[in-house]
Nanobody, 131 residues
């Protein structure tokens, strides 16, 4: 079955970097759009990055130029490199797929109503950014 397992979260100083990993199993991640989402306490879950099967990428405005999504087909793993981290980047980070080539249900910004149920989610990894 489809499974996504995130790792790589932790505590980092503002301005620092982290690389998150999303290990996929039960499907070939290269064939589908994969997104990274985050959720801070008391806030909506929001999409921050997407990579399509063609390798096209999208980013939420606040992370553009600081975050980079990539994948390793041999490892069936998707990464999120996060640089120059800010306090407001803290939260639980999730990877997800809707098993469509272009991630048609994966939007940058707040999750649209009803779309969460269309996605396969990992369990999340905590990112804490200290001042």
């Amino acid at each position: 079955q489809v499974q996504l397992v995130e790792s790589g979260g932790g505590l980092v100083q503002a301005g620092g970097s982290l690389r998150l990993s999303c290990a996929a199993s039960g499907f070939t991640a290269d064939w589908y759009g994969i997104g990274w989402f985050r959720q801070a306490p008391g806030k909506e879950r929001e999409g921050v990055a997407l990579i399509t099967t063609d390798g096209d990428t999208q980013y939420e405005d606040s992370v553009q130029g600081r975050f980079a999504i990539s994948r390793d087909g041999a490892k069936n793993t998707i990464y999120l490199q996060m640089n120059n981290l800010k306090i407001e980047d803290a939260g639980v980070y999730y990877c997800a797929t809707d098993l469509s080539a272009n991630g048609m249900n994966i939007r940058m910004g707040p999750l649209s109503a009803g779309t969460s149920e269309l996605m396969y989610w990992g369990q999340g990894t905590q990112v804490t950014v200290a001042s």
